[in-house]
């Protein structure tokens, strides 16, 4: 069973490039984020027609989650329970889904914009959110992961240049403790390998010339409890949808599961 996680920004910028990799890619269930469409506007019958339903939760402007599969997409819940807002909107970041023997959470993690802004605090609270909503499938029997675009980079590592964070969101402590915090609950970080250099980042600025410098972060990421972690055979980043015109400045992260 091949399940991916991709931050497509803009799934109707992306359509084309989108269906062409699930044809190419062979994919079973896929973790959309950053739709930037209203649910209505979500292309159901173009991904039906290719094989695939889809579970959406998306309200327009720049968020937007989806589980789209074509190995069956049951119990689906929208939206984090408990959650919560931010200046007074409960925002589209959630979503979850069973997909024949795999429940999986396609999740996009606010960004949290400056260390002293109300979008950072927001981040924190939502990330406490997210570790209680998961407990109870993460301690399930049945294979089960979060994956989606978590806009933390776990170590040092996962960035190009530590020092050119410094003073930013997306590696600070507490950030990295969330992530701690999330992992507790039963859930292990599955590493994807690079397909070039040596660090398997996923994102890559679109402004001066990060990807072919590969000045990128790990920020995409695959948690998944002790069945799914020990099924995986294989994991990657698929840098190669990261190239050419009209490419997300994601790529997507692909796990191969023995179930």
């Not at 991916?4 to 890619?25: C, D, G, M, Q, Y």
């Not at 062979?26 to 973790?31: E, R, S």
């Not at 049951?74 to 200046?87: A, S, T």
Request: with cysteine; net charge negative.
């Amino acid at each position: 069973m091949r399940i991916a996680t991709w931050n497509v920004n803009s799934i109707t910028a992306r359509l084309p490039r989108l269906l062409a990799w699930l044809e190419s890619s062979g994919t079973d269930v896929l973790c959309l984020q950053e739709a930037k469409v209203a649910a209505e506007q979500f292309p159901v019958e173009q991904l039906r027609e290719a094989g695939y339903e889809s579970a959406v939760h998306a309200t327009g402007r720049w968020n937007g989650v989806a589980v789209i599969s074509r190995v069956g997409l049951e119990d689906v819940v929208k939206g984090l329970p408990g959650g919560p807002g931010y200046e007074g909107v409960e925002e589209p970041r959630a979503v979850s889904a069973t997909c024949g023997p795999v429940r999986v959470w396609s999740v996009y993690v606010p960004n949290g914009r400056e260390v002293d802004h109300a979008h950072y605090a927001y981040k924190l609270q939502w990330f406490e959110a997210l570790r209680a909503a998961v407990a109870g499938d993460a301690a399930g029997g049945r294979p089960f992961a979060v994956l989606g675009d978590y806009n933390v980079a776990p170590t040092d590592d996962d960035v190009y240049d530590v020092a050119a964070f410094e003073g930013l969101t997306h590696v600070t402590p507490a950030e990295r403790a969330a992530l701690s915090a999330l992992r507790e609950q039963g859930l292990t970080d599955v590493v994807p390998r690079p397909l070039k250099y040596d660090h398997p980042y996923t994102y890559w600025d679109y402004r001066q010339l990060c990807f072919p410098k590969n000045r990128g972060m790990r920020i995409d990421l695959v948690y998944g409890n002790e069945a799914f972690s020990t099924a995986v055979k294989d994991a990657y980043v698929d840098r190669e949808e990261r190239k050419g015109k009209g490419a997300s400045d994601h790529a997507p992260v692909v796990v191969d599961l023995d179930v």
